[in-house]
T-cell receptor, first 114, second 116 residues
């Protein structure tokens, strides 16, 4: 059974810092890995999707990497801003059989201090 | 606005009552799914559908029922509500690329359900 782990569970940093969120998964048979953002009381917003054949994806100040063989992904946030405060979720889509759908980590709760 | 619409946003049920959570999407996505989000557990897949008339179970299907009569709608039915079903429920839609997984995940804003 696929398991997704996110470290750290919570992070608080001053505005302007660069930071890295980590995600690991146990089964490398995946189609893709996604990073989502969730604001309190809201739904999920897709930030970046990395296909299993790709190494990284970038969108603005966000960069996500994928090392499928080691079961790891990182989300790099450059020049953090208070508006980046949210919970960040990592999810993988399995390709090795079983139920379709995404397997999520428990998230990293990020606070950017003004 | 295009996207996934969930109703209601909040609901309180008594143990044993039944209800239906509604989910509709207007992006012509063939794939739809329901997740529940509990503190300390992350999001878990309840049921999913790869197209009209086709549904299947996810990780935590017990106590829930789904049907998919149209591409747009994917309601989730609680048959006899239990306190353990207190949770936030999210509906999502996406499209598939043959042999490459599903893409374009769009989530609704959620239904916060309390069973007393």
């Amino acid at each position: 059974k696929q398991e997704v782990t996110q470290i750290p569970a919570a992070l608080s940093v001053p505005e302007g810092e660069n930071l890295v969120l980590n995600c690991s998964f146990t089964d490398s048979a995946i189609y893709n890995l996604q990073w989502f953002r969730q604001d309190p009381g809201k739904g999920l917003t897709s930030l970046l999707l990395i296909q299993s054949s790709q190494r990284e994806q970038t969108s603005g100040r966000l960069n996500a990497s994928l090392d499928k063989s080691s079961g790891r992904s990182t989300l790099y946030i450059a020049a953090s801003q208070p508006g980046d405060s949210a919970t960040y979720l990592c999810a993988v889509e399995n390709s090795g059989g079983g139920a379709d759908g995404l397997t999520f980590g428990k998230g990293t709760h990020l606070i950017i201090q003004p | 606005n295009a996207g996934v619409t969930q109703t209601p946003k909040f609901q309180v049920l008594k143990t044993g009552q039944s209800m239906t959570l509604q989910c509709a999407q207007d992006m012509n996505h063939e794939y739809m799914s329901w997740y529940r989000q509990d503190p300390g557990m992350g999001l878990r897949l309840i049921h999913y559908s790869v197209g009209a008339g086709i549904t299947d179970q996810g990780e935590v299907p017990n106590g829930y029922n789904v049907s998919r009569s149209t591409t747009e709608d994917f309601p989730l039915r609680l048959l006899s509500a239990a306190p353990s079903q207190t949770s936030v429920y999210f509906c999502a839609s996406s499209y598939s690329k043959s042999g490459q997984g599903t893409y374009g995940y769009t989530f609704g804003s959620g239904t916060r359900l309390t069973v007393v």
